[in-house]
């Protein structure tokens, strides 16, 4: 009878045991091509103590208010347009996906209107394998090298591995930009995690990143290294999630954490702002102007179906302009940094005009 007890009891055990296990995670957990996942973008402040971790640890994030709101695309190699699909095909590349952390590269006189990102996937790892900007209106591919490992599979808790890499982007008749950096990934922590899209059974990584960028202008005949802050991404995976169910990026200074964004996978809120979700009555989506209101810059987003010339122009409340743009642009997702610390504060209007239709935003400047 005793050893009829000691069963039963060491059932009882396994199975609340196995509830609890860690999760492993592996490349299938991970995107495929044409995948596209939507995410809610959180108020930096709204956030816990993030560096708490462990085994078996509950982290409870359901109070983060979502302010905007976008699809994460991870586009096929088909769909890279020239020059992009030169340098990254099938062969060399499982899918691509705009960067929108990247606003501007270090170069007086670049205009860095939109970046690109280029991952290869495989059994062993996922790595970024080259980048794209579009840099004065010029689109400009590069490739790392080293490639930047940003996770090695399988992944399971208390995995630690490490990675260096580097890219250069010389720009014809200005100078040269590049960056080297060091990736440490530690898979700090397993359990339950609450967001506000639902509770997941997780694996947390920790990657701590410390890069130097290089610069090198043509006209000075000199160039200088400049060493960015540490920067740890926290992420948070569930099996089959394809992208992390949270995620929270920061820089560390003297050992102060300053939360600089937060991410998590989400389903539709209609009163949050959608950026990128493509209008079918034309090839141009509705737009978005953020900050608002902005101080020293502003993003402008937008989406378009097929490769079109698009007019941005800001007006002040007189009906001066006060900035203009007109190029063709590629297909898919735009971002336009404004500078605005130049701008008296007031109301001004921007304006988006494509195929004849055009549409205006308020903008209020508050420097």
């Known amino acids: 009878m005793i050893r ?31 995948d596209s996942i ?43 347009t020239s020059p992009f699909n030169l340098l990254f095909n099938s062969f060399n590349t499982s899918y691509g996906k705009n960067n929108y952390q990247l606003k501007t590269v270090p170069l007086p ?21 080259g980048a794209g900007y579009t840099l004065n209106g010029t689109p400009i591919p590069f490739l790392y090298s080293p490639n930047d490992i940003i996770y090695r599979f399988p992944m399971n808790y208390l995995n630690v591995d ?11 008749g200005m100078g040269y930009y590049g960056q080297t950096g060091h990736r440490v990934n530690t898979v700090d922590g397993w359990g339950t ?17 410390t890069a130097v960028d290089t610069i090198y ?13 540490l920067k740890h991404e926290y992420k948070w995976f569930a099996q089959n999630s394809k992208i992390p169910v949270l995620q929270i990026d920061a820089n560390v200074t003297a050992g102060a954490v300053a939360i600089t964004n937060i991410q998590f996978k989400d389903s539709l809120r209609k009163d949050v702002i959608q950026v990128g979700i493509a209008d079918i009555a034309s ?15 502003c993003m402008v987003h937008f989406m378009l179906k097929k490769n079109a010339a698009v007019k941005i122009s800001v007006t002040d409340i007189t009906g001066k302009t006060v900035f203009s743009e007109a190029q063709t642009r590629i297909a898919g997702e735009q971002v336009l940094t404004l500078t605005t610390s130049d701008f008296s504060n007031g109301i001004y ?19």
């Open 193 to 209: 995690l609450i967001t506000p899209f639902g509770t997941f059974t997780t694996l947390r990584i920790r990657s701590a990143i």
């Open 217 to 229: 202008i043509d006209a000075f005949k000199t160039g200088t290294n400049i060493p960015r802050p």
């Open 109 to 129: 006189g670049m205009k860095l209107d939109a970046a690109y990102d280029f991952f290869k996937e495989s059994t062993a790892d996922f790595r970024q394998i």
């Open 162 to 172: 490490s990675c260096d890499y580097k890219y250069g982007l010389p720009v014809p």
């Open 283 to 297: 090839n141009q989506s509705k737009f978005e102007v953020y900050p608002n209101p902005a101080q020293d810059v």
């Open 38 to 80: 939507r995410i809610s973008i959180a108020n930096p402040t709204d956030t816990n103590d993030v560096t708490l971790t462990g085994a078996n640890y509950s982290w409870d994030y359901s109070k983060l208010v979502p302010t905007l709101q976008r699809y994460e695309v991870f586009d096929a190699p088909t769909k890279f």
């Open 349 to 367: 209007f921007v304006k988006l005009e494509c195929n004849g239709a055009s549409s205006v935003q308020k903008l209020l400047i508050a420097n």
């Open 4 to 34: 009829k007890y000691s069963f039963i009891i060491s059932a009882i055990l396994f199975l609340s045991l196995s509830t609890k296990a860690q999760i492993t995670i592996t490349a299938a957990d991970f995107p495929n091509p044409a």
